[in-house]
């Protein structure tokens, strides 16, 4: 019987699976985020709302804020901007966008400044803050925490439906009794350029830790005589209608401590912002400390063990 004749093979055809793609790792899915998907803004209401600003477009009220990242907390790290004081200009320049372009950060009003600054610090480190203060009672010194939401119960919005004469017009009290005729000032709320340019024409170049001028309860508090003197040369602007600044100075140097008070008065008594006053225990004797400032030390821009704040 003759052998069955061997049939070729046939070749099998098998479909290849497609090439697997390699996944897309977590890291690669983070770096291809924007910086603002993963640092959004986010809009907050100014104290001032707006209303005393030049700027139509700032005259909204709204900025938008976010937190520092580390590139930002790597520029407050340098001691040389640090000792100039220009930590919180660089703060709100990066994290606070305004709604004019043209509008300069130096120009928002102080109690704006002040309030971006400790809602930013909040927004990126937490609302715990730890400082070191000496008692001036037993002179121990201690660390001590705050929560920076207390802060937030002190903030003086403007009423929206008021209409604001602005600059705000003061009637000084002992002048317009001495003359027999009343005297009105011209006066506007002080600015971060105000400050900024007081200090350098008070150190110039000479590094030295910019000085503290905060709107409070108790009115501006400043370091001496001169600073109050500066800030109100800056912020009366017409006598009577008089804007002729070499005699407003002039004026300023001869105003009387009851016309100073009222000054004082005025400009604390509607000016939006935050007040900062708070009053502490002694750790150690349990006197109270205060009412002072509530102290803020470079730290308070980046982060540290205790959690962006320290010595």
């Given at each position: 019987m003759p052998a069955k004749k061997k049939q070729p093979k046939q070749t099998e055809f098998v479909e290849e699976d497609e090439e697997e793609q390699p996944k897309e790792s977590v890291l690669d899915k983070i770096l291809s985020m924007s910086e603002e998907e993963i640092n959004p803004w986010e809009e907050?209401?100014?104290p001032s709302g707006g209303k005393f600003y030049d700027s139509e477009l700032m005259q909204t009220g709204v900025v938008k804020v976010r937190a520092m990242n580390l590139a930002i907390e790597k520029a407050l790290a340098n001691q040389r901007l640090a000792k100039s004081g220009q930590a919180l200009d660089i703060m709100l320049r990066k994290c606070v966008q305004l709604p004019d372009p043209e509008f300069e950060h130096l120009d928002l009003l102080i109690?704006?400044?002040?309030?971006l600054m400790f809602l930013i610090r909040g927004i990126t480190f937490g609302n715990e803050y730890d400082f070191t203060?000496?008692?001036?009672?037993?002179?121990?010194?201690?660390?001590y925490k705050y929560d920076?939401?207390?802060?937030?119960?002190?903030?003086k919005k403007v009423d929206s439906d008021k209409d604001y004469e602005?600059?705000?017009k003061v009637r000084l009290p002992y002048l317009s009794d001495l003359l027999k005729t009343?005297?009105?000032?011209?006066?506007r709320y002080p600015t971060g350029r105000d400050l900024d340019n007081i200090f350098q024409s008070k150190f110039g170049k000479?590094?030295?830790?910019?000085?503290?001028?905060e709107p409070t309860a108790d009115g501006i508090q400043?370091?001496?005589?001169?600073?109050?003197?500066?800030?109100?040369?800056?912020?009366?602007?017409?006598?009577?209608?008089?804007?002729?600044?070499i005699k407003l100075a002039q004026f300023i140097d001869k105003l009387h401590a009851k016309d100073l008070a009222v000054i004082n008065e005025a400009i604390t008594e509607d000016q939006p912002g935050i007040d900062t006053t708070i009053m502490v225990e002694c750790m150690h004797c349990g006197e109270q400390i205060g009412p002072i400032m509530l102290p803020i030390t470079d730290n308070f821009f980046r982060t540290t063990p205790s959690g962006g704040s320290g010595k």
């Open positions: 907050v209401e100014l109690g704006d400044r002040y309030y203060l000496k008692c001036p009672s037993c002179g121990m010194e201690g660390m920076l939401n207390d802060l937030f119960n002190t903030i602005y600059p705000i009343d005297i009105y000032i011209g006066l000479r590094a030295k830790p910019r000085r503290r001028f400043t370091d001496s005589n001169d600073d109050i003197s500066n800030i109100l040369k800056k912020c009366i602007v017409d006598v009577n209608g008089d804007t002729n600044p």
